[in-house]
T-cell receptor, first 114, second 116 residues
Framework: AQTVTQSQPEMSVQEAETVTLSCTYD???????LFWYKQPPSRQMILVIR??????QNATENRFSVNFQKAAKSFSLKISDSQLGDAAMYFC???????????FGGGTRLMVKP | DTGVSQDPRHKITKRGQNVTFRCDPI?????LYWYRQTLGQGPEFLTY????????KSRLLSDRFSAERPKGSFSTLEIQRTEQGDSAMYLC??????????????FGPGTRLTVL
């Protein structure tokens, strides 16, 4: 069974600064995928970034990048040049083919200060 | 817009009543998922369809819950004899059926259920 843990219930960052959100996971599979989803207040969840476990290179999407440490089972999200629109709940999630489902962490609420 | 849609967006009901939610996935997606999200928590998997076949069910899906996807397009989730503990956001997601991007799920806006 997969487990995903986000140890930071809340984080805050100054606009234009950089923030890192932490995530650890546990899996018995060798082939799996990791995701970060963003859920703005009262709006739907959207995919921010995706990492395939077999790829050593860290995924990047514009201002968003990950630090994937496979041996440590760590998958953190770095947001550069934070913007007010980045304020949201961020969920880390994992996928194993054996389960055919996403397993989510408890989320981190990110606040962006102007 | 061809995103995932859900109806209704909000539902208030009294304990003991039955409720039904609908999800329309992205048209070319043949996988459809239901999740439940309680306040301040991450979504929890309920069930999953590939086309019209229900292939996975969580132990969270008690016998009061039933989901269908009769023609492999839209899906319904019914909760019978609702309880206050059923109050949550019910999320639907869809994805492609194959390839390495089959696990990229696109979420709908959710149906927020309040049981009084």
């Amino acid at each position: 069974a997969q487990t995903v843990t986000q140890s930071q219930p809340e984080m805050s960052v100054q606009e234009a600064e950089t923030v890192t959100l932490s995530c650890t996971y546990d899996t018995s599979e060798s082939d799996y995928y990791l995701f970060w989803y963003k859920q703005p207040p009262s709006r739907q969840m959207i995919l921010v970034i995706r990492q395939e476990a077999y790829k050593q290179q860290n995924a990047t999407e514009n201002r968003f990048s990950v630090n994937f440490q496979k041996a440590a089972k760590s998958f953190s999200l770095k947001i550069s040049d934070s913007q007010l629109g980045d304020a949201a709940m961020y969920f880390c999630a994992s996928w194993e083919d054996a389960g055919n489902m996403l397993t989510f962490g408890g989320g981190t609420r990110l606040m962006v200060k102007p | 817009d061809t995103g995932v849609s859900q109806d209704p967006r909000h539902k208030i009901t009294k304990r003991g009543q039955n409720v039904t939610f609908r999800c329309d996935p992205i048209s070319e997606h043949n996988r459809l998922y239901w999740y439940r999200q309680t306040l301040g928590q991450g979504p929890e998997f309920l069930t999953y369809f590939q086309n019209e076949a229900q292939l996975e069910k969580s132990r969270l899906l008690s016998d009061r819950f039933s989901a269908e996807r009769p023609k492999g397009s839209f899906s319904t989730l019914e909760i019978q004899r609702t309880e206050q503990g059923d109050s949550a956001m019910y999320l639907c997601a869809s994805s492609l059926g194959g390839g390495r991007r089959r696990n990229e799920q696109f979420f709908g806006p959710g149906t927020r259920l309040t049981v009084l």
